[in-house]
């Protein structure tokens, strides 16, 4: 079964979980070794650029799955 069957949600809430979870799915398919990922963490766990970009990273995916909802209008 595909990670990713859909990119609609129904709340943008559910959206944002969901670009959180593409941002993190990226991250393992370009670096598919845990043991390397997780000695990594503490690197960027503890840098303020590393955590910024991370926050850019969602909010890029975070529109792309709004924008596949329609914004979440009711029309």
Do not use: C, H
């Not at 963490?41 to 990273?57: E, G, K, P, W």
């Amino acid at each position: 079964m595909s990670w990713l069957p859909s990119l609609k949600t129904a709340t943008p809430e559910e959206g944002y979980s969901l670009a959180i979870k593409m941002s993190r799915m990226a991250v393992k398919m370009t670096q598919p070794d845990d043991e390397i990922r997780n000695r990594l963490r503490a690197d960027y766990a503890n840098s303020a650029d590393s955590l910024t970009m991370v926050s850019q990273v969602v909010a890029t995916n975070f529109q792309t799955v709004a924008q596949a909802n329609n914004y979440w209008s009711q029309s």
